[in-house]
């Protein structure tokens, strides 16, 4: 101490709220000071408030662990179908800690030759939005694993979800390549964008139902020709929503930025998707997005 110049120094250990070590601060002068009660309560105050605010940091990395673990079980490659070439990509919010509600997840259905395709957006983020996420993906994936059609899907969706727990919106597509068709619905999610191989390319705004979570009943599935060279791409809101813009807007932009990059192979496309219609900003929302073409 004397060789450093310090003349007087603190060290005050850091505790949680139950009294379990977290810390130590160190305060140190360079010049005598004096160290009465006014002193000790500022010190202890200082200490407190660290405290605090370490065991906030250690709650929140704590909840981001369990996020990304329950995101981790749903959020992962989409299954390999003959005739069917896939790009996916997930972003959480950059400026939230941890993940929302947003996922994606392929469905090998027909014996292996067919995909069943969704992409769903639980609303809020953090663990509950995780937890709710992780629940709605298993009904929907179970109901395409046993068969259920697209226009009865949304309507038994709502009786196994109890009304008001789960609000969500979610995409879901039976493709099959082998006969060159795209089956859809659509409750309460953006519209898709089809890229046919040799016309322009178009939103796929039919199929539609309320979100899941407000009463739903039995819609047709619409129906769209997917030969070869034909493009899907599905995403969430946070691909298409701006602050100060109608969502009009937002539906244009992606329509464009398929229309513009249709030439690009399906991992290209999600980068010029991303590029085109985020443009840099640091965005409030995550982002699921899934780019499937038949190949033939």
């Not at 000071?33 to 660290?50: A, K, Q, Y």
């Not at 981790?72 to 070439?85: K, T």
């Amino acid at each position: 101490v004397a060789t450093s110049g310090v003349e007087a120094a603190v060290v005050l250990p850091v505790m949680t709220g139950d009294d379990r070590p977290l810390a130590a601060i160190g305060i140190s002068w360079m010049h005598p000071i004096d160290i009465d009660d006014s002193f000790r309560s500022t010190v202890s105050t200082i200490g407190e408030l660290v405290g605090q605010t370490l065991e906030r940091v250690e709650l929140a990395e704590a909840e981001h662990h369990l996020v990304v673990g329950l995101q981790r079980q749903i959020v992962g490659p989409i299954p390999s179908i003959d005739g069917l070439e896939i790009s996916a990509l997930y972003e959480p919010a950059a400026l939230r800690l941890g993940m929302g509600g947003d996922w994606y997840e392929g469905v090998v259905l027909g014996g292996g030759s067919q995909l069943g395709l969704v992409v769903g957006d639980v609303t809020g983020h953090g663990t509950d939005a995780a937890v709710e996420m992780l629940q709605l993906s298993r009904v929907l994936s179970t109901l395409l694993h046993v068969g259920v059609t697209l226009d009865d899907f949304f309507e038994l969706v709502g009786r196994s979800v109890s009304p008001t727990s789960i609000y969500a919106t979610a995409l879901v597509c039976h493709l099959d390549p082998a006969a060159q068709t795209l089956s859809y619905v659509a409750a309460g999610h953006p519209p898709p964008v089809l890229i046919p191989a040799s016309s322009p390319a178009r939103l796929l705004t039919s199929g539609r139902h309320p979100m899941i979570g407000m009463p739903a009943s039995v819609v047709p599935a619409s129906a769209a020709q997917f030969g070869p060279g034909a493009t899907l791409v599905a995403y969430t809101d946070g691909l298409i929503e701006r602050r100060d813009e109608g969502i009009d807007d937002g539906l244009e932009r992606v329509r464009q930025a398929c229309e513009d990059g249709r030439h690009l192979d399906p991992a290209a496309l999600v980068e010029h998707l991303v590029a085109a219609c985020i443009e840099g900003r640091l965005v409030e929302d995550d982002l699921a997005l899934v780019v499937v073409r038949a190949t033939g």
